[in-house]
Nanobody
Framework: QVHLVESGGGLVQPGGSLRLSCAAS????????MAWYRQTPGNQREWVAS????????SYTDSVTGRFTISRDNNLNIVYLQMNSLKPEDTGVYYC????????WGQGTQVTVSS
């Protein structure tokens, strides 16, 4: 059974940085495409970033391109989301998911960007 646990969220001022972690068990993250989604207040859950297996190709939604970086540590079996230059509109609950069948989701970690 796949189990994903997100951590690293918190309160940060605009322009600040956070690094989210997604610790996986039941799968090896190097063998699966992984992604981060977020649910902002009043909106549906939206895709933020993905990383493929094998060649680790990354992709991002337009609003975070150049500010966020998805990566993984195969030894620790963790997927990260480095978030820089944070904006208030980045506030929301961030979820990690694996492109397994069926997909697995973590419980989410709250990110609040506010002065």
């Amino acid at each position: 059974q796949v189990h994903l646990v997100e951590s690293g969220g918190g309160l940060v001022q605009p322009g600040g940085s956070l690094r989210l972690s997604c610790a996986a068990s039941g799968i090896l993250v190097r063998n699966w495409a992984m992604a981060w989604y977020r649910q902002t207040p009043g909106n549906q859950r939206e895709w933020v970033a993905s990383i493929t297996s094998t060649v680790s190709r990354t992709s991002y939604t337009d609003s975070v391109t150049g500010r966020f970086t998805i990566s993984r540590d195969n030894n620790l079996n963790i997927v990260y989301l480095q978030m820089n230059s944070l904006k208030p509109e980045d506030t929301g609950v961030y979820y990690c998911t694996s492109h397994t069948s069926p997909p697995a989701w973590g419980q989410g970690t709250q990110v609040t960007v506010s002065s």
